[in-house]
């Protein structure tokens, strides 16, 4: 059954040592989730209430705003300074996790629905489909083949530019299904895009004479 933000509490929403900061320290911004310390960027919250897509220069405005009115260097030592502290550090991370799509779909599938692809037993639990795996095993004998040959930088370089054009179909389909509230689609989604990351990573670290990259799944 298709689960809504409303239907299942965020972990995010349980009280933190940051909780005082948002009546204590002026201008500190609702801290309940993610998306509630970006108000101007995201107004109407998570999908499927609003596109998965996000304006990334909108939302490093807004953070650099935020940064701006509760930096820890206008306080003096003490509460206030280390209030400053933990609510700069949390507009960090959300901010990080929202920038990133994979990132910001593994923090909604976690929080909003108990889906955590990142988790210890994700490889049985949440285990990547067979189409997926034989293109990611194609890329594999692909640079075993071509890894120490004359032409191997190109080849990856080609690689690369593949890769790159299979993750952003794959984010534009993870947001289809996020808006949608498809959680399966989403899921299933997600695990590809964390796979295709991992190939992503793999290929930048590629150096020449190698014939193998190491697949790496970003947390």
């Not at 933000?5 to 972990?11: D, K, L, V």
């Not at 995010?12 to 500190?28: C, V």
């Not at 991370?93 to 994700?122: C, F, K, N, S």
Request: negative net charge; aromatic residues 6%; proline residues 6%.
């Amino acid at each position: 059954m298709t689960q809504t933000p409303t239907n299942c509490r965020s972990a995010s929403t349980k009280t933190s040592p940051t909780e005082a900061t948002k009546t204590t320290l002026a201008g500190a911004p609702d801290i309940t989730n993610h998306y509630t310390i970006f108000p101007q960027t995201l107004p109407a919250g998570p999908p499927p209430s609003s596109p998965f897509a996000i304006s990334t220069s909108d939302l490093r405005r807004e953070f650099l705003q935020l940064q701006g009115l509760v930096h820890p260097d206008k306080y003096p030592n003490g509460g206030e300074k280390q209030q400053a502290e933990a609510l700069s550090a949390r507009i960090n991370e959300a901010y990080r996790t929202l920038l990133d799509p994979l990132q910001r779909a593994q923090y909604l599938l976690r929080e909003w629905h108990g889906i955590d692809v990142t988790a210890e037993d994700a490889s049985t639990k949440h285990a990547l489909d067979a189409e997926t795996l034989m293109e990611v095993m194609e890329v594999q004998e692909t640079i075993e083949e071509v890894g120490a040959s004359a032409e191997a930088e190109a080849q990856i370089n080609a690689l690369k530019k593949e890769n790159e054009g299979r993750i952003l179909r794959c984010v534009e389909s993870l947001g289809k299904v996020l808006e949608k509230g498809d959680l399966e689609a989403a899921r299933m989604e997600c695990i590809r895009l964390r796979f295709w990351y991992s190939v992503g990573e793999g290929l930048r670290e590629w150096e020449p004479g190698n014939t193998e990259i190491r697949l790496m799944h970003s947390s």
